[in-house]
């Protein structure tokens, strides 16, 4: 009974010690040693106890906590991807924004050195050549800020395209991780059942694989199954991808538009079947990329489009109508068809004398054509929703704005959940320092007093081996 009895307190302190070495361990779920009296054995005075035995290590967990815990990865993976992807954006279009949509008025808070700014500094440059026809300083300024917003133009158009493939990467690194931890949950099951058919607890192989779930959680929404040898189904928009130690199918990235245009989604290696994903960083990064991204990448072309063809044509006025300093008319200001190619026509940066700002061949000194164009600042645009060149691209930035701003606000409201949830499992898994150093020094007090019965017994029955020899 006695030795036991120390066994027995051996393996608290063992397990107050594992405890202890895991205090800032991730995942860590806090171990206890469940400790029962022994069967007592029958004597003439009575049943007799035999002491005590540790019959298990048990976690201390809550399963409904862990699944809390799950579904919310996926909510922050879904916000948190959103947010990334928008702020890529946001850098994109070098505008601070704040604005609301579906206004007719520009955010008052865009840069100069955006679009914005740049609109209104080409019609103003327009206005001064309508007011000095004949300044070739004011041509070449013209031309100038033509040449900045056309540039300006390409970029942003060139840096939303790269954020598109950089989202599109990303998918599929996510795809990539989410195989990884499929096939480690698979291998974890076939550890944790076959620990469980020998009648062992495999407290810390539980622990990696919540953590397993939690991570794959993050990337896209999991259905779970627990079966009754330990082990846990894995499902992915309803199909069945985890069963048992056995993966039953992968993931992979297909283009779905079938051009090659990059409108990556996901669907399963093996039986091709597209997965309608709910949550998680991949359905957050496929929704900024085909929702506001690709809303902004088109109406930052149609703003271009439009430009061009105001500028160029304007009805019966416009600039390919008017003439230059030299009588020479009939060429396009801008060049290309949208934000990807829109330029400057090429002969104008060699000769600013050829800008056709005139309405006559013969009157040089008339700006009439180039007022026309300033005044399309303040002009709506059928093709542009019927806004001006300024507010539409005004709405386009309101509506990232507000869209930057909804999952700013949603990721610090996940982020609260998550940090409420992780308070409340900490308090019933985590590991407190001054409870274990207590069941410590409990279970090393009990292992002396128990050692001491040991050397009790040890000196009685020395002293009946002395009676019988004496």
């Known amino acids: ?63 409904l906590l862990n699944t809390q815990i799950v579904t919310q990865q996926s909510s922050n993976g879904y916000w948190t991807a959103q947010q990334s992807a928008l702020q890529s954006a946001q850098t994109s279009l070098n505008e601070f924004l704040n604005g609301t949509a579906g206004t007719s008025s520009s955010s008052s808070s865009t840069s100069d050195t955006g679009l914005s700014g740049q609109l209104t500094g080409l019609f103003n440059a327009f206005q001064a050549v309508a007011t000095s026809p004949t300044s070739i300083a004011d041509r070449q300024s013209l031309i100038s800020q033509a040449q900045t917003l056309a540039s300006t133009f390409n970029q942003v158009d060139s840096q939303l395209s790269a954020t598109r493939t950089s989202l599109n990467t990303s998918l599929t690194n996510n795809v990539t991780s989410a195989n990884s931890l499929l096939s480690g949950i698979a291998q974890l099951n076939g550890q944790i059942a076959s620990a469980e058919f020998s009648g062992g607890t495999p407290n810390d192989l539980l622990d990696e694989r919540q953590q397993d779930l939690q991570n794959l959680s993050q990337l896209t929404s999991i259905q779970t199954s627990a079966q009754a040898n330990g082990a ?49 960083s991949m359905q957050g990064t496929i929704d900024a990329r085909d929702g506001e991204l690709a809303g902004m990448q088109n109406q930052i072309n149609t703003l271009a489009s439009g430009l061009i063809t105001g500028i160029n044509s304007n009805g019966e006025g416009g600039y390919n109508s008017g003439y230059s300093l030299t009588g020479t008319t009939g060429a396009d200001f801008f060049t290309g068809t949208d934000a990807s190619n829109i330029a400057v026509d090429s002969s104008l940066v060699n000769d600013p004398s050829l800008l056709q700002a005139s309405a006559s061949p013969t009157a040089t000194g008339d700006g009439s054509v180039a007022l026309q164009i300033a005044n399309l600042a303040s002009s709506t645009q059928a093709s542009l929703n019927n806004e001006t060149f300024g507010n539409y691209y005004g709405a386009t930035v309101a509506g990232l704005g507000d869209a930057l701003q909804t999952a700013n606000t949603q990721v610090t409201n996940q982020t609260a959940v998550s940090n409420m949830l992780s308070t409340q499992q900490s308090t019933v898994s985590g590991v407190n320092i001054d409870q274990e150093m207590t069941n410590l020094m409990s279970f090393q007090r009990a292992y002396e007093a128990s050692a001491q019965l040991v050397t009790t017994i040890n000196e009685m029955m020395q002293t009946v081996n002395n009676m019988k020899t004496g």
């Open 1 to 63: 009974m006695a030795s036991q009895a120390m066994q027995t307190q051996m393996t608290g302190i063992d397990v107050s010690g594992q405890n202890l070495a895991n205090v800032n361990t991730q995942g860590y779920s806090r171990q206890t040693v469940d400790i029962q009296t022994s069967p007592d054995i029958a004597t003439d005075i009575g049943m007799e106890g035999t002491g005590s035995t540790a019959v298990a290590i048990q976690q201390a967990v809550n399963s």
């Open 232 to 280: 846990v189904d894995v499902s992915i928009g309803g199909q069945t991808l985890v069963t048992g130690d056995q993966v039953a199918d992968t993931l992979q990235t297909y283009d779905a538009s079938g051009n090659g245009s990059g409108q990556l989604l996901v669907q399963t290696a093996t039986g091709g079947v597209d997965l309608t994903l709910t949550g998680g």
